[in-house]
């Protein structure tokens, strides 16, 4: 290279108090539904190392992508006969030039069934 010629700088090589903690992060990270304060909480705790919350949200951003399809599937809550029924209350208008009604109404789910039932008030 020629005196003035374009070089990058050299990144710094240090230590970072998270190496070889990833499998341990991976597991509380599980444990906790992706809240990254209790992992950096039980950090001190069981491994006696402080760390902002951001250090941790840092180390552990590549596993939401992991834990996201898992909070979105939908636990079917299961009941026998006679168990359970799920009602939902709401109301709905309706105005014409003469007219102005308001209709109450509810839907209600058997929970064993799953079939609805409807009707007005």
């Known amino acids: 290279m020629t005196e003035g010629d374009w070089r990058p700088c050299a990144s ?3 230590s970072r108090k998270l190496d070889g903690l990833s499998d341990w992060l991976r597991q509380r990270f599980h444990r906790h539904a992706g809240n990254a304060d209790a992992v950096r909480q039980e950090l001190v705790r069981e491994k006696n190392v402080i760390v902002s919350l951001r ?3 840092r ?3 590549p596993l ?3 834990l996201i399809p898992a909070a979105r599937a939908k ?3 299961e009941t026998q006969p006679g168990e359970q029924l799920q009602i939902d209350f709401g109301n709905a208008g309706w105005r014409s030039a003469a007219w102005r009604f308001k209709v109450y109404l509810f839907v209600a789910a058997l ?3 799953r079939r609805l039932q409807g009707g007005e008030a």
Do not use: D, H, I, K
């Open 111 to 113: 929970g064993y069934s």
């Open 64 to 66: 939401w992508r992991g």
């Open 55 to 57: 250090t941790v949200e």
């Open 75 to 77: 636990l079917r809550f």
């Open 59 to 61: 180390a552990v951003a």
């Open 12 to 14: 710094p090589s240090r």
